[in-house]
């Protein structure tokens, strides 16, 4: 074989080899997303279960052209009646503070610590009350929406989620304070406006003392 026809069969040898590290190294690309979904449910006892459904759908592109993935896989969990997480006191003062604008604290005829949280001095259309006995066992918590009865003349603290109602009247005290009657005992409290940030940090720390208490 001539030197010239050796270069040309060298060439073409070295053109193929090209060809197949260019087809060799096509470049290949992937791509994926996840997607959680949780959902919570409460039976006529109490108890709390979860769902959590987790979808990872992947596409990937190389040598073999484009191809799918999809995964999906569920977790289940039940939390008995009276095991539920309780918010944080931090989350309650947040939420509670976001609420309301001011209120008041005070002692009433009986002994008992009257606590009064409301969104709006007139009228009061949200408020929230909390009572604890002089003895200190025994506290009551109220939260909700606030309507006038007109029959009788006062206003009523409704607790959607308790079913329950407190019938309350208000009074101009002296100085800082008010005077507030409740039509359900007949009992009243002398209140002193407080400072909306410190009365309810004092709510949320008595509350939460007194429910690590009783646990």
């Given at each position: 074989?001539?030197?010239?026809?050796?270069?040309?069969?060298?060439?073409?040898?070295?053109?193929?080899?090209?060809?197949?590290?260019?087809?060799?190294?096509?470049?290949?690309?992937?791509?994926?997303?996840?997607?959680?979904?949780?959902?919570?449910?409460?039976?006529?006892?109490?108890?709390?279960?979860?769902?959590?459904?987790?979808?990872?759908v992947g596409?990937?592109?190389?040598?073999?052209?484009?191809?799918?993935?999809?995964?999906?896989?569920?977790?289940?969990?039940?939390?008995?009646?009276?095991?539920?997480?309780?918010?944080?006191?931090?989350?309650?003062?947040?939420?509670?503070?976001?609420?309301?604008?001011?209120?008041?604290?005070?002692?009433?005829?009986?002994?008992?610590?009257?606590?009064?949280?409301?969104?709006?001095?007139?009228?009061?259309?949200?408020?929230?009350?909390?009572?604890?006995?002089?003895?200190?066992q025994h506290?009551?918590?109220?939260?909700?929406?606030?309507?006038?009865?007109?029959?009788?003349?006062?206003?009523?603290?409704?607790?959607?989620?308790?079913?329950?109602?407190?019938?309350?009247?208000?009074?101009?005290?002296?100085?800082?304070?008010?005077?507030?009657?409740?039509?359900?005992?007949?009992?009243?409290?002398?209140?002193?406006?407080?400072?909306?940030?410190?009365?309810?940090?004092?709510?949320?720390?008595?509350?939460?003392?007194?429910?690590?208490?009783?646990?």
């Amino acid at each position: 074989m001539k030197k010239t026809e050796k270069m040309k069969v060298l060439a073409l040898l070295l053109a193929a080899c090209v060809v197949l590290m260019l087809t060799g190294c096509e470049v290949s690309s992937s791509s994926s997303s996840t997607t959680t979904v949780t959902t919570s449910t409460t039976d006529a006892d109490g108890n709390t279960t979860t769902n959590t459904t987790t979808t990872e759908v992947g596409a990937s592109v190389g040598t073999d052209g484009v191809s799918t993935t999809n995964q999906t896989t569920t977790e289940t969990t039940t939390t008995p009646a009276g095991e539920a997480s309780s918010p944080s006191a931090d989350d309650l003062k947040a939420a509670l503070k976001g609420r309301y604008v001011g209120g008041g604290k005070g002692t009433s005829k009986d002994g008992d610590t009257i606590y009064f949280a409301y969104d709006n001095p007139n009228p009061i259309t949200k408020a929230a009350l909390m009572i604890v006995s002089e003895d200190g066992q025994h506290l009551s918590s109220y939260e909700g929406e606030v309507y006038r009865d007109d029959d009788n003349d006062c206003s009523v603290l409704y607790d959607e989620d308790m079913d329950a109602k407190t019938p309350f009247t208000i009074e101009d005290g002296e100085g800082d304070t008010y005077i507030m009657h409740f039509l359900g005992d007949g009992d009243e409290a002398v209140m002193t406006m407080t400072d909306l940030d410190s009365l309810i940090d004092e709510m949320v720390a008595v509350y939460k003392d007194f429910m690590d208490n009783a646990a």
